[in-house]
């Protein structure tokens, strides 16, 4: 396997997850804004490995499979991080964190599935899920800074950002399912899941 700059800079991304968690941990005043710095790096990441891997012409099955994992790796530990440092409505916001990831795993195994039957299409990224991105990533950002700008409550602001993050998640959820549902409850699909799953385990693989 060759490495091309989009697969470096996603792995670029996944190795500044435990970076990420020392910089939280630190016990100084700038370490907040460190990783506001380290997740806004990783965002910029995700965008120009796709931007170079269609400009030119170098995208791969395994930057496909690797990057989604990166961004969910990222996200998750950054969601995971932040409920542990959560003082109030403790719950509420365990809950949200909770719905996010949950659906991120929900529907990368949908899609995973959706294309093994060769309906992927049925559930491309929508513009819910666009949006719920955009809140959900600012909300992050937010909420990895913490301390107010003056009479800006920063956290404040984070958490309610997160929450219509969650939000957006559940409809953009509901969204991917019903274009899915069709082929979910189509017998013939499952079939022919079977029949590879027999298959394969047939040819000893």
Known sequence: MTLTPPTI???LRIALVPV???????????????????FVFAAVTDWADGFIARRMGQMSRFGAFLDPVADKIMVAT???LLVQRQETFEVIFAIAAAVIVGREITISAL????????ERALVNVSWVGKMKTVFQMTAIGFLLYHDNIGMIPVAFIGELLLYTAAALTLGSMWTYLRSA?????????????????FSKQSDGT
């Not at 990420?20 to 380290?38: D, E, G, I, K």
């Not at 082929?183 to 013939?188: A, P, T, W």
């Open 111 to 118: 899609r995973e599935w959706m294309s093994e039957v060769g």
């Open 20 to 38: 990420l968690v020392l910089f939280f941990y630190l016990p100084f005043h700038w370490s907040n804004m460190a990783c506001v710095v380290v």
């Open 9 to 11: 800079l996603t792995l």
């Open 181 to 197: 549902w069709p082929v979910i409850s189509d017998s013939r699909h499952h079939e022919h899941m079977d029949e590879e799953s």
């Open 78 to 80: 950054a969601l995971i």
